[in-house]
């Protein structure tokens, strides 16, 4: 029997778990079908509508309470919180950072903004995310830790922290990950910029490292048109997240005095507004999505050579973005299946060229990547959007 895979059957598949449709069905559209117009309006109305306000304060107390942070600060993008953690877990100039090569090209962008070193590792096929057991054996390898540090023996550059990221909103394997940066004297800082609404082992992603990043860009799970957040439980860290990207600025009822170079990376009320009507749909959304993953699964039952990538036994993923796998690494394949489905109105994607592609990155270091390779090869991200398993797409 021939595994071979048939792009037309897999397209007559997905339109069967898809509702008619005369225009494309795009990868991720968000869904405003709540408070958004009642809030947005209060900022309109009472002239609130910038750096300050009551709808910045409740979104970061909303998101604290949801993912059971102690604390949220809300900014302008993702890659500004992931920027600003990374300041805040003591990433200083040449030091080495350890991030997946497979991820959006924000987690390594951040690393630069340091004028630290990417480091890259590879990742697993159960989570798409960081491979705890084959970092634990390269660790081994190139590192040593002295004078309470973890040094790259091959550089002599200080390793700092190491960012997992949560592919499509599927959780990393926290707990191993969590140890061997203990056992390293590395600082966890989780990129949790897909993954608002994904547990593991029952407990809310970008709660188990020092600090966290969320993203609410446009085609995130909810969205603020732009922006994001830095969560943390330390007190301290959350007080320092909150000057830094608010220009540093001293509290003084009229004077303008800064204590150092800060950031204006601050949420506008408006798009907290935005956001605080997102967050409380976040839960029907997620429930959305994951009956969408359900159906995708369902339809795709009898097609050979690609499946549907399912959420790791130890994780509740949002499904965020869904991803069919094609059983063999192929780019040719792969291609055909994106050419059928994007000219039939199904707007699918690849996943990111690997990180250690890029021009800018192809010198940093990095560890043997025959996993990223092969999914780069492999994985198609098809639509997502939550009106999808809403109920209002057919059955
Ligand atoms: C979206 C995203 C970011 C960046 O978020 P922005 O809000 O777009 O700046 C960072 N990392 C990953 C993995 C993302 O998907």
């Not at 699964?297 to 130890?314: D, M, Q, Y």
Request: charged share 20%; proline share 5%.
């Amino acid at each position: 029997m021939s595994r071979r895979l048939r792009p037309e059957a897999l397209l007559v598949a997905l339109q069967s778990a898809l509702p008619d449709s005369k225009e494309t069905i795009a990868l991720h559209e968000p869904r405003f079908s709540g408070n958004e117009w009642a809030y947005v309006k209060e900022c309109l109305d009472t002239g609130w509508v910038s750096s300050a306000g009551r709808f910045v304060d409740r979104f970061e107390e909303r998101l604290a309470d949801y993912t059971g942070a102690s604390y949220a600060v809300a900014v302008s993008t993702g890659t500004a919180a992931l920027h600003i953690a990374l300041i805040l877990a003591g990433v200083q100039p040449d030091d080495e950072v350890i991030v997946p090569s497979l991820t959006f090209v924000a987690t390594a962008n951040a690393v630069r903004y340091c004028g630290a070193v990417p480091h890259f590792a590879d990742v697993e096929y159960a989570t798409l995310g960081l491979d705890p057991h084959k970092l634990r054996r390269y660790l081994h390898e190139i590192a040593e830790v002295a004078y309470g540090y973890c040094y790259n023996k091959q550089t002599g550059r200080r390793i700092k922290a190491v960012v997992p990221m949560h592919t499509f909103g599927h959780p990393v394997d926290l707990d191993p990950l969590a140890e061997l940066c203990g056992l390293y004297r590395l600082e966890l800082v989780e990129d949790a910029a897909e993954s608002l609404g994904s547990f593991y082992k029952g407990r809310h992603t970008g709660t188990f490292g020092k600090l966290a990043a969320f993203s609410f860009n446009g085609n995130k799970i909810i969205t603020t048109g732009g922006g994001g957040a830095i969560v943390t439980n330390d007190a301290e860290l959350a007080r320092q997240a909150k000057h830094l990207t608010t220009t540093a600025k001293t509290p003084h009822p009229w004077a303008y005095v800064h204590d150092r170079v800060g950031f204006n990376y601050r949420l506008p009320n408006l798009n907290a507004a935005l956001g605080c009507a997102q967050l409380e749909q976040l839960d029907a959304f997620v429930a959305g999505k994951r009956k969408l993953a359900r159906r995708y699964e369902t339809a795709l039952g009898g097609i050979k050579g690609v499946g549907l990538f399912r959420e790791p036994g130890f994780a509740r993923s949002n499904y965020w973005l869904n991803t069919l796998l094609l059983d063999e690494p192929q780019l040719a394949a792969r291609d055909e299946v994106l050419e059928l489905l994007n000219a039939h109105g199904i707007m699918c994607r690849p996943a990111w060229v690997p990180m250690h592609k890029l021009p800018m990155f192809a010198n940093s270091p990095k560890d043997d990547l025959a996993v990223t390779d092969n999914l780069e090869r492999r994985m198609i991200n098809i639509p997502s959007s939550v009106y999808l398993g809403a109920g209002d797409a057919k059955a």
